[in-house]
């Protein structure tokens, strides 16, 4: 419960910094209910002796806000880039923070979610811990899309306004789907 509220002090605290980085107001992103919702995961991956077989985790963008990651000395962490997966090695007493797919609709593509997996290993076992930020339930009925002062004539809407709730039933379908649910908002 300790780290649990740590974790809920730390989410208020980016939110600030980048509610200033798309140039608001610092309590912009935690007053529309950001850093609300907060639900922790923790995933324990055993030794496998042919790692090259299996996969941890498939590649995915994180559904939510931001995701705050705390993961043991094993790594297993990769993250797409151009094609190419590169692994995020632990830092000792280090976290990773992962843009979400609403993050990124909310910024209107200012911020970008990344494609990234979890892959198994022979030597020992990877333990994460990960916090998900995915806004307060009473949002699941409000009309969600790019933050209104964000938007311009020379930054036009990259999102069309969806409901939460509508959004989440497409990402938990999205086994069945091999389209991202953040692309039915494109426009």
């Not at 939510?64 to 997966?85: A, E, F, K």
């Not at 923070?97 to 198994?120: C, E, T, Y």
């Not at 916090?131 to 938007?151: M, Q, T, V, Y």
């Amino acid at each position: 419960m300790e780290y649990f509220k740590h974790m809920k002090r730390l989410g208020e605290a980016l939110f600030e910094l980048l509610s200033e980085a798309l140039g608001l107001q610092p309590d912009h992103l935690n007053s529309i209910g950001c850093s609300k919702g907060c639900s922790t995961v923790t995933h324990y991956y055993p030794p496998c002796p042919q790692p090259e077989l299996t996969l941890g985790v498939r590649k995915h963008a994180d559904a939510g806000i931001l995701t705050v990651l705390l993961q043991n000395h094993m790594g297993g962490l990769q993250v797409l880039h151009d094609s190419q997966w590169f692994d995020v090695h632990p830092t000792r007493g280090g976290l990773v923070i992962n843009v979400g797919d609403l993050l990124q609709v909310l910024s209107n593509n200012k911020f970008k979610s990344v494609k990234h997996r979890a892959v198994s290993s022979h030597v020992g076992p990877r333990i994460s811990v990960a916090c998900f930020f995915s806004g307060h339930a009473s949002l699941l009925d409000k009309p969600f899309g790019p933050i209104k002062k964000l938007i311009s004539e020379a930054n036009p809407p990259r999102y069309e306004e969806f409901l939460l709730k509508e959004y989440f039933a497409k990402f938990f379908a999205s086994s069945l789907d091999t389209k991202p649910p953040i692309d039915y908002y494109k426009l």
